[in-house]
């Protein structure tokens, strides 16, 4: 089917999961939109986080879109249920993938997440985990200062590892876990730094790759996949400021952007 894939983020940190999406569906288009104007969504209330993300949608929607990703955390946690409820096209979010994932690799069965407050507060992590397994523990961490720093493009050196490891140090000091989830779609460019700080024993788990494996295997079922032969036109939009957008997408995640433009959201 001949129609675009959606996928909504709090700021730049959905690219990592478009990317996966990118490697494992190179014939689908995509339509990103990065709401950085108003980015971080963690420490928001749940009710402007669903306002926010509706309005997200509601511009998808007039993309005609045939499904919908939540590339975030936070608005996954918040309006997934809602959103599966009051569109009549699949909607996936990136918890449930992620909590799999980090099952499947586990072997004592301890398991961190971090995250934004906003995830973390939501339990909606180690619900899913115990969804699957009620003996896993789950031990969990808001780490409020990564998504305005990724936001902000600092993504390694002494100061990325610095507030890395004074914010994981709960985890790391009590060797509690032998895997870590990144409970946000930011987190994963920060993954070389966390991986140096928590050490090479704790497996960190993203849920790009699962989120996009669930993607294909839907629109494989629903007969939806793009079975034509043209090179999809990716199109990105962005609430905020296009450069640090466009830098992190080119530079780091190695995305060609040929179309960025603003997005500028209402209510309806």
Known sequence: MDQPIGVIDSGVGGLTVAT?????????????????????????PKEEVIQYTMEM??????????????ACN??????????????DIPVIGVIQ????????????????????????VSKAYPEALHSVHSDIEVYDL????????????????????????????????????DTLILGCTHYPLLKDTIQAVMGNDVTIISSGEETAREVSAIL?????????????EHAFYTTGSWQVFAHIASQWLEIPITTLETAYLTTA
């Open 74 to 87: 936070t608005a996954t946690a918040f309006t997934l249920d809602l959103l599966r409820e009051t569109l």
């Open 220 to 232: 494989g079922y629903q007969e939806l996949l793009y079975e034509g032969e043209r090179l999809p």
């Open 142 to 177: 808001a780490c409020p200062r990564f998504v305005p720093m990724v936001e902000n493009g600092v993504l390694e050196g002494d100061e990325a590892y610095q507030v890395v490891k004074e914010t994981l140090q709960p985890l790391k000091e009590k060797q509690l876990i």
């Open 20 to 44: 996966e999406l990118m490697r494992q569906l190179p014939k689908e288009q995509l339509i990103y939109l990065g709401d950085t104007l108003r980015c971080p969504y963690g420490p928001r």
């Open 97 to 120: 993938p992620g909590a799999r994932a980090a099952i499947k690799v586990t072997q004592q069965m301890r398991i961190g997440v971090i995250g934004t407050e906003g995830t973390i």
């Open 57 to 70: 949608v509601n511009f998808l929607l007039k993309k005609n879109i045939k499904l919908l990703v939540i």
